[in-house]
Structures are given as structure tokens and as C-alpha cells.
């Protein structure tokens, strides 16, 4: 539908997107995860299509396999990490009055992008 992105380790793509909401697909390779991050004006829910995702919601680590969903809240620090063999593939759903792809806080990252923090649109 939309916009897609390859990310060091993977990649997003956008299904639907409308006001108030927007639905991706993310795609993490095996070893692979994605920065430690918050952000400021929306919400995630994550379910989990195929793959074993480890997933760390402010400091705490659960593990969510096949149909299996969590759940983000505005501004809890946050981070998917595949720790096996196998491609892992989520359904991220951001609820929010904003989800532009500048929202967001990197606290820590694997590639060198922790200090940078776009400017967040007002809501």
C-alpha cells in the first residue's frame, strides 16, 4: 500500500493508514533487533505472525510466538529482538494523534543512532 523501509536489521512496511492510526508489517532477521526506543504520541500493538519475538517493554523481556500479541503504551521504552535462526515477522499497530516515522527516542541502537532524535510534529 505504502510506504516500506530496509532497516540494518530488516525491514517495515506500511498495510493501512488513516487518521488516528497506522498498520505495518515488520520484518526482523534472524540475531537481529531493533533500537531501544520511546515515543511521545502513540501507542503499539504487536502480533506476532510467524517467528519467536523477544520483546523488551521497559526493562522487562517476554517472549511471544505466533498469535501471541503485546502491548506498547505512549512513551514506555521498548524493543523487538529476534534471538533465533528463523525470519520473524509482527502486525505493529500505532494508535496515536500522531505516527509519523520522526516520533521517535532511540535509547540505545546497534547501529550507531542512539544520539539522534528527529524533531516530534505538535499534536
Not at 523477544?54 to 502491548?71: K, L, M, N, Q, R
Not at 506498547?72 to 509519523?100: F, K, M, W
Request: net charge negative; hydrophobic share 35%.
Amino acid at each position: 500500500m505504502g510506504d516500506s523501509e530496509t532497516r540494518p536489521w530488516g525491514s517495515w512496511h506500511v498495510i493501512d493508514i488513516g487518521p488516528g492510526y497506522k498498520v505495518k508489517r515488520i520484518e526482523v532477521l534472524p540475531g537481529s533487533r531493533l533500537s531501544y526506543q520511546t515515543h511521545d504520541h502513540r501507542s503499539e500493538h504487536w502480533v506476532v505472525i510467524y517467528g519467536k519475538a523477544t520483546c523488551v517493554i521497559d526493562g522487562v523481556t517476554t517472549v511471544a510466538g505466533p498469535g501471541e500479541s503485546v502491548d506498547v503504551a505512549v512513551g514506555q521504552a521498548h524493543r523487538i529482538c529476534n534471538e533465533t535462526d528463523e525470519p520473524l515477522s509482527i502486525i505493529e499497530v500505532q494508535r496515536g494523534g500522531y505516527t509519523g516515522e520522526d516520533d521517535i527516542v532511540r535509547l540505545e541502537d546497534d547501529f550507531g543512532r542512539a544520539e539522534q532524535k528527529a524533531a516530534t510534529a505538535e499534536a
